[in-house]
């Protein structure tokens, strides 16, 4: 039995919980680097820089919209499109975007809504990190290192979410706020049991990806068990009331009543004589 010291040693910060706060905090770091990047290399004129600048942004655009599509199957929705274009109006500006039906729009739960939003800035954080270890790393090829700095260049560019792909989550946690709520419950719940599992066996992984795999995996275990939980109560509730029922009403299975027709007489009708 843990004491009350125990306990409270136990639920410090340690390696585990640092871990599993400092990708966020990573994240979070991308987001503001893209927003900067963004105001400072999209919004002035570079002169010739200028083209090599939209191209980086064309190639982020390829990367943001690609992790939007696939973040759409890893929820359930198949998209039915999806468009990259360099220019809007004859002029340099990458743009592009994923559709998907009316149908399945009005399907999109808030959980899914912010998956699909914050793809890009996860994929795009992770391409950074693998960028920017080569690039730091003498042993590659120049040539190597020099892709992946620009391919940091055009995640940063990419990376952030845009205003529409913002715009799904309320419009979803509107739909239906109280299972809003209780995705946000499962989450929560999912996260805090996996910080506790972790902590208890003392596991620590090298790649955050696996802690993912984790927090999942006890989302699917809590959502399933809930509803196996709820489908049993339905049904032995539905089995305790059917004798109560059958009490009440006294009603005796097997047997049946016959129904009488009612003579002309008894309802005042005069029947012909003939």
């Known amino acids: 039995m843990l004491q009350e010291s125990d ?12 871990a599993l706060l400092e990708w966020y905090v990573v994240f ?22 200028s083209k090599v600048i939209f191209y980086l942004r064309y190639v982020g655009v390829w990367i943001h919209e690609i992790s939007h599509y ?9 998209p039915t499109g999806l468009s990259v274009k360099y220019k809007y109006d004859h002029q340099p500006n990458p743009h592009g975007s994923v559709s998907i039906s009316d149908k399945s729009f009005e399907r999109l739960t808030f959980l899914q809504s912010v998956i699909i939003c914050f793809a890009p800035l996860i994929v795009s954080t992770w391409i950074v990190y693998f960028s920017l270890t080569i690039l730091l790393t003498p042993v590659f090829d ?7 700095g620009f391919m940091c260049i055009s995640c940063f560019l ?8 913002f715009g799904f989550i309320p419009r979803a946690f509107k739909r239906d706020p109280l299972h809003s709520f209780y995705q946000i419950f499962l ?12 902590n208890l066996n003392a596991v620590l992984f090298e790649n955050f990806f696996f802690y993912y795999i984790i927090v999942i995996v006890f ?16 049904k ?8 109560k029922t059958l009490k009440v009403i006294g009603f005796k299975p097997f047997t049946r009543r016959t129904a009488r027709p009612l003579k002309p007489k008894n309802i005042g009708i005069k029947e012909s004589p003939w």
């Not at 032995?236 to 004798?243: F, I, M, R, V």
């Open 7 to 18: 306990w409270f040693d136990f639920l410090k910060l340690n390696e585990i919980n640092l």
């Open 158 to 165: 990419g990376a952030r979410p845009s205003n529409a792909d």
């Open 187 to 198: 989450l929560s719940l999912s996260f805090l049991a996996s910080l506790f599992l972790l």
């Open 236 to 243: 032995l509730k539905s089995y305790t009331n059917k004798g």
């Open 142 to 148: 120049p040539f190597l290192r020099i892709f992946a």
């Open 28 to 49: 979070f770091v991308i987001l503001i680097f893209s927003i900067i990047s963004k105001s400072i290399l999209l919004r002035r004129n570079y002169g010739g820089f």
């Open 70 to 78: 696939f973040a759409c199957l890893a929820v359930g929705f198949r």
């Open 219 to 234: 989302y699917v275990i809590f959502k399933y068990g809930f509803i196996l939980v709820k489908i049993s109560a339905l």
